[in-house]
């Protein structure tokens, strides 16, 4: 990372921890989430949003074109810093190359890329990540594959028969990428759900058995919720997740902090806040009805649908605006915007614990997160 960059990226956050606490004018988001697509070739039990093209065909053809991301990057320009795209599958967008290209164009601060994918369409992913390795000059790119748990219970849990062996060979193959790409850096990722909360170890065992390393540092852990992006707002709460505390626990005592100093300042921060992650996720799931950390949506981060939508982030399902019909910088700065803002930092949102808005939450609430990441991996609360 260039000083100038995280020079800049560190007046931001001050900005946007003043707005937290007196919701003055903040600062445009430096991070932005976007699902390209709601396309999707598994049926995942956690998530709903293969049904959508499935019920309403005609709604596919409703996605932002290229021509929408460039006024989107355009309109973010100065600011954007770290950039996510999902879906969906993301890479069953036709033209998730163009969009790709179009941030890195328009976004001269750009340093941080993630995408995720399930794995299956290996031939295209291979070649749609060469594609952007080639063309994008962007510091950082990661690319997280989804595997939740060994075989038969990740292929039950996706819905398809050969999503194991498919995400397996995806990962591998970008693995094998990034020996020539250094700015590339696959990991695994792997959702708790109450479908295989426990069988953390069992998972472990089955990538040994593919010859896949296991090392902290390459598996990342969310934990399945509901919200808007899901497609899911529906289904029941409070479904058991008691063993996944000891799964957290598991990976918690694998990663070590000071193993990756040799690396990219931005790899070190990932696995900072990967542990940050983890030990926050142990007080959520204790009560997943309080805030763990004041939380970055709409200070510093904000989601945004295929179809153009801005939302807080992807579990709080409400609209601020279409970026195809108002600029961002409205949206941003809109009456709606600044309400929404209010009701997150009163915790009247839908509490959640989500990567997406941790990492960028843990940034603007530095140095207390970071302490106990250093020394130790004991909840804040326990301290």
């Not at 949003?49 to 309109?75: G, H, N, Q, V």
Request: glycine share 4%; with cysteine.
């Amino acid at each position: 990372m260039k000083t100038t960059d995280y020079v800049n990226l560190c007046k931001d956050l001050i900005k946007a921890k003043l707005a937290y606490k007196n919701l003055v004018q903040v600062p445009n988001p430096f991070r932005i989430n976007v699902a390209v697509t709601y396309r999707c070739n598994l049926r995942c039990k956690m998530c709903n949003i293969w049904k959508i093209y499935r019920e309403s065909p005609d709604l596919a053809k409703d996605e932002m074109s290229s021509d929408d991301y460039t006024r989107l990057f355009e309109s973010v320009s100065h600011d954007l810093f770290w950039l996510g795209l999902t879906g969906g599958e993301p890479f069953l967008k036709k033209n998730l190359v163009d969009i790709v290209h179009l941030a890195a164009s328009k976004s001269p601060k750009l340093h941080i890329l993630e995408l995720t994918t399930n794995g299956f369409s290996e031939r295209t992913i291979e070649k749609k990540v060469n594609e952007i390795l080639e063309d994008a000059n962007i510091p950082f790119i990661t690319v997280g594959v989804s595997i939740d748990g060994p075989p038969l219970m990740h292929n039950y849990i996706r819905g398809r028969k050969e999503s194991w062996k498919r995400a397996i060979t995806t990962y591998k193959k970008l693995c094998e990428i990034s020996s020539s790409y250094p700015n590339l850096s696959p990991h695994i990722s792997y959702t708790i759900s109450q479908h295989n909360a426990g069988c953390f170890p069992d998972f472990l065992n089955a990538l040994a058995e593919e010859g896949i390393r296991t090392e902290a540092n390459l598996i990342s852990v969310g934990i399945e919720h509901i919200g808007h992006i899901y497609h899911n707002v529906n289904a029941i709460k409070g479904s058991s997740l008691y063993a996944a505390d000891n799964d957290i626990r598991l990976l918690l005592s694998r990663i070590r902090i000071f193993g990756v100093f040799t690396k990219d300042i931005v790899e070190i921060g990932r696995q900072l806040f990967k542990k940050m992650f983890l030990i926050s996720a142990i007080d959520f799931l204790k009560k997943p009805n309080k805030m763990v950390i004041p939380c970055a949506a709409l200070f510093c981060s904000c989601f945004i649908d295929p179809f153009g939508f801005v939302y807080p982030c992807s579990i709080y399902g409400k609209k601020l605006g279409n970026v195809r019909k108002t600029s961002f910088y409205h949206i941003w700065h809109s009456h709606t915007a600044n309400r929404l803002r209010e009701r997150i930092k009163e915790e009247k949102c839908p509490n959640c614990w989500s990567p997406c808005e941790a990492e960028p939450s843990f940034l603007m609430s530095l140095p207390k997160t970071l302490l106990p990441a250093l020394v130790g991996h004991v909840p804040w609360n326990e301290h």
